[in-house]
């Protein structure tokens, strides 16, 4: 009994902000300034106040641009994270290096990166937003993974019959590790999607902002204005929500899977 | 891929021995960066007001995610509410912060007209605990996988056989599901120090260091230095003393958990 208390304890809190977040992006803005929150009013006068300006500059624009960013990101990272994998695989000794890569997020090497980008030339470009998260050790690791469980004498066969790398990896590989794509997939994009900082001190300019940065600013320019601050947030993140919820037995297996290894 | 992941770290050495602002030209200085480093108080607080709250957080975290995977484990909810868990950590942070900020946010926020809310815009140690808990929010699903992953690799016969031989379930958990819980045990500590040592989201969404520079963490010192004060040379320094850390603590806790485990 004490058990299942528990869990629903934790589960309730948890899940708490969420109801917050779907419940605050409804609330009338006067009644926020009244501070009258359960009144159990509702209007999109919220969503409204979202859709004025520029589009390109407001919110829905910000939206769109971070899932196409967010997305090219994701295939970018799983087409060479696919690829590396199975070169470590068939035997290229890059495990460790990439062990040690994973414990070090991309946002820590913001300087030298910074310096980095600065040399190239593409400081406040769409590249500066790309090109540091081509390759991913958290999602090599995962697909490497998901590869060893692979039988060798099906790679075997395959080259017997004389499959060479490209038929391997686009006809049996690519198939069977689709699971662990699709779970890849939905966790690289959720990293992007939440880089914070980064894309922050990158890429500054107006066309450049990512959603979260158009959020945190809206946060720091308007912190009481919390009605469409309430709505920009529920819009941001029921994309995710709605990707998760269609794969989420699959993410959880093959992390549950992942960690086992 | 190895210019963007290998080269920056090259380069962050090459950095931290310069005195640069990102925009003039860089000044070869040797090693005063790291000497500044020693003697600035500000590095120092910061470092430990980061070691405050990891203390703050590992424990629970472990604890909570143990606790939970035991309680989860064989129960028809298992799955809902293991995909709950770990929902906080895929969704968008700032959507996620903004949630929190008007919910717990002292006199004005939701919560605040049910139940009295601790000033941790004032106090430094609700700040703290503020973070923390936002922190485990986001973390805790994947804690819970991770026990659970290894939760499920104990044989059902184990347990079993104890409990023939009248071990209560209290000892067999404490001699048999404890012990080998304790990779996975290990696994979190260290990816846990690992994080905390690095963490600066939350900060920086939430309290932006504050109140009085109380929640000013490494990872958030490290982008005051670097990007609004404009010291890259001397952020890159403390960028090297932060992986420097990260790896020292790391491998001790590798070790010293490991130790214990006689094999």
């Given at each position: 009994m004490i058990r299942h208390l528990f869990v629903f304890t934790v589960a309730f809190l948890v899940g708490l902000p969420f109801l917050w977040m779907a419940y605050a992006a409804f609330i009338p803005p006067e009644r926020v300034f009244a501070g009258e929150f359960f009144s159990l009013q509702f209007s999109l006068a919220n969503f409204a106040v979202l859709s004025r300006g520029v589009f390109w500059e407001g919110f829905w624009g910000r939206l769109l641009f971070s899932v196409l960013l967010s997305g090219s990101v994701t295939l970018l990272q799983l087409f060479t994270a696919f690829l590396a994998a199975y070169a470590i695989r068939e035997g290229a000794r890059l495990l460790p290096f990439f062990?040690?890569?994973l414990a070090i997020p991309a946002e820590l090497l913001l300087v030298p990166l910074y310096g980095l980008l600065?040399?190239?030339?593409?400081?406040?470009?769409?590249?500066?937003?790309?090109?540091?998260?081509a390759a991913s050790p958290f999602i090599v690791y995962l697909l490497y993974q998901g590869?060893?469980?692979?039988?060798?004498?099906?790679?075997?066969?395959?080259r017997l019959d004389?499959?060479?790398n490209r038929v391997i990896l686009s006809a049996i590989l690519l198939p069977l590790l689709r699971p662990q794509l699709i779970a890849a997939g939905v966790l690289s994009f959720a990293a992007h999607w939440n880089l914070v900082l980064y894309p922050r001190i990158v890429a500054g300019s107006e066309q450049l902002k990512t959603?979260?940065?158009?959020?945190?600013?809206?946060?720091?320019?308007?912190?009481?204005?919390?009605?469409?601050?309430s709505a920009a947030a529920l819009a941001a993140t029921l994309p995710l929500i709605v990707i998760?919820?269609?794969y989420e037995r699959r993410i959880v297996e093959t992390f549950e899977e992942g960690l086992k290894g | 891929?190895?210019?963007?992941?290998?080269?920056?770290?090259?380069?962050?050495?090459?950095?931290?021995t310069w005195d640069w602002s990102g925009l003039s030209e860089p000044k070869p200085v040797g090693l005063q960066n790291y000497r500044d480093i020693l003697t600035d108080p500000d590095f120092g607080r910061s470092l430990l007001t980061t070691l405050g709250?990891?203390?703050?957080?590992?424990?629970?975290?472990?604890?909570?995610?143990?606790?939970?995977?035991?309680?989860?484990?064989?129960?028809?909810?298992e799955r809902a509410i293991k995909a709950l868990l770990f929902l906080p950590g895929l969704v968008t942070l700032g959507g996620a912060s903004v949630a929190w900020y008007t919910l717990f946010s002292p006199e004005y926020g939701a919560l605040a007209s049910l139940i009295p809310i601790p000033r941790w815009d004032q106090e430094v140690f609700w700040a703290l605990v503020l973070i923390a808990l936002f922190t485990l929010w986001r973390h805790m699903g994947y804690g819970v996988l991770v026990v659970s992953a290894r939760l499920k690799g104990i044989p059902r016969t184990l347990l079993e056989a104890a409990a023939v031989d009248g071990a209560s379930p209290a000892e067999a958990f404490r001699y048999i599901t404890l012990p080998l819980l304790r990779p996975a045990i290990t696994f979190l500590v260290v990816i846990g120090t690992v994080l905390s040592l690095q963490s600066y989201s939350a900060v920086f969404l939430l309290t932006r260091g504050g109140p009085f520079g109380g929640t000013r963490v490494l990872g958030y010192y490290l982008y005051e230095t670097g990007f609004e004060n404009f010291r890259l040379g001397y952020a890159a320094a403390v960028t090297v003393v932060i992986l420097l850390l990260t790896l020292f603590f790391a491998l001790a806790q590798a070790r010293l958990l490991r130790g214990g485990e006689h094999e």
């Open positions: 062990l040690v890569m600065q040399g190239l030339g593409i400081l406040d470009t769409v590249w500066a937003l790309v090109l540091p998260f590869m060893k469980t692979v039988p060798a004498e099906l790679l075997e066969a395959a004389g499959a060479g959603v979260q940065t158009w959020i945190t600013d809206l946060q720091r320019q308007n912190p009481a204005d919390w009605g469409p601050l998760y919820l269609i | 891929m190895v210019l963007f992941l290998l080269y920056p770290f090259l380069d962050v050495l090459r950095f931290s709250l990891a203390l703050l957080t590992l424990p629970p975290f472990i604890v909570l995610s143990v606790l939970l995977a035991l309680a989860l484990d064989g129960q028809r909810y």
